[in-house]
């Protein structure tokens, strides 16, 4: 697997519990800490695809999208994109 470098700055205070974290659960390295972090988020993203995904088939029969359930869609795109603003 190739690899590459990332560098990151941490405040003191993450410093100092990631160097714990690797001194208290065996972990070598803080790349290797890092890595576990990331395949734990990969592992949650799929899990929470795959759940959607098992629901959607559980829902039922499909049915036509109608130009009502476009329009809901846009609407709630709309109002999400809308509470982000606000919320910057």
């Given at each position: 697997m190739a690899t590459s470098t990332l560098n990151i700055s941490l405040p003191d205070s993450m410093r100092q519990y990631v160097t714990k974290k690797i001194e208290t659960e065996g972990y070598g390295t803080i790349s290797e800490y890092i890595r576990e972090l990331i395949r734990a988020d990969q592992r949650a993203e799929n899990s929470r695809f795959e759940s959607l995904i098992a629901e959607a088939y559980a829902s039922g029969e499909p049915t036509p999208l109608?130009?009502?359930?476009?329009?809901?869609?846009?609407?709630?795109?709309?109002?999400?994109?809308?509470?982000?603003?606000?919320?910057?």
């Amino acid at each position: 697997m190739a690899t590459s470098t990332l560098n990151i700055s941490l405040p003191d205070s993450m410093r100092q519990y990631v160097t714990k974290k690797i001194e208290t659960e065996g972990y070598g390295t803080i790349s290797e800490y890092i890595r576990e972090l990331i395949r734990a988020d990969q592992r949650a993203e799929n899990s929470r695809f795959e759940s959607l995904i098992a629901e959607a088939y559980a829902s039922g029969e499909p049915t036509p999208l109608t130009k009502s359930d476009i329009d809901e869609a846009r609407r709630v795109v709309k109002d999400r994109i809308a509470a982000r603003n606000l919320q910057r």
